[in-house]
């Protein structure tokens, strides 16, 4: 069966501090893979999506990057936090090899990450 | 833009069922409608989706309206445990891989 793996589960950093957060499914080939992120109170938001090994797609314009260095591991990265980074961020998957409207996104356990 | 209308937040009884509306009325042809929860301090969690037909899994049922411009979720025994935010959402060609949420419905369940 397939997994997803988020880590950490709780991270607290400094402002101006690096960011690296790692996702990774187990049990499936090629996946589509997405980064969520849930500010406090707030609604889900889309920060990135991949189709495909270093396939990244953005939806916001913010200072966060992701990275697909291997076809099962998704990463979001930061060079410099900022306060307002501050949130849940969450990993997801679905089967991927095409667009299927009717494919279910499987979502990790997430991150909460405090910028301090 | 999510593309659909559910109610803010909804209580119910433990035990008892739980209808979940929500509205789309401009939804397409190709849209599918799945409906996702999230406990609290958790990921959300996907329960449901169909096209046309009236569908049933494990954890809900989900009524479709003959034009589809709307939907309801069904818990059929809420437990104290199905106190969640529920998320109605379309898929399809607009929005192609990527999965939109909304503000969707608290949902309260009363012992």
């Known amino acids: 069966s397939q997994t997803i793996h988020q880590w950490p589960a709780t991270l607290v950093q400094p402002v101006g501090s690096p960011l690296s957060l790692e996702c990774t499914v187990e049990g499936t080939s090629n996946p589509n893979l997405y980064w969520y992120r849930q500010a406090a109170g707030r609604g889900l938001q889309l920060l990135f999506y991949s189709v495909g090994i270093g396939q990244i797609s953005s939806e916001v314009p913010q200072n966060l990057s992701a990275s697909r260095p291997q076809d099962r591991q998704f990463i979001l990265s930061s060079k410099k936090l900022l306060l307002s980074d501050s949130g849940f961020y969450l990993c997801?998957?679905?089967?991927?090899?095409?667009?299927?409207?009717?494919?279910?996104?499987?979502f990790g356990n997430g991150t909460r990450l405090t910028v301090t | 833009d999510a593309k659909t209308t559910q109610p803010n937040s909804m209580e119910s009884n433990e035990e008892e069922p739980v209808h979940l509306p929500c509205n789309h009325s401009?939804?397409?042809?190709?849209?599918?409608i799945h409906w996702y929860r999230q406990l609290p301090s958790q990921g959300p969690e996907y329960v449901i989706h169909g096209l046309t037909s009236n569908v049933n899994n494990r954890m809900a049922s989900l009524a479709i309206a003959e034009d589809r411009k709307s939907s309801t979720l069904i818990l059929h025994r809420a437990t104290l445990r199905d106190a969640a935010v529920y998320y109605c959402?379309?898929?399809?060609?607009?929005?192609?891989?990527?999965?939109?949420f909304g503000a969707g419905t608290i949902l309260r369940v009363k012992s």
């Open positions: 997801a998957w679905n089967e991927g090899h095409g667009v299927r409207y009717n494919s279910p996104l499987h």
């Open positions: 959402i379309l898929r399809g060609w607009e929005y192609g891989n990527k999965l939109v």
């Open positions: 401009t939804i397409s042809g190709t849209d599918y």
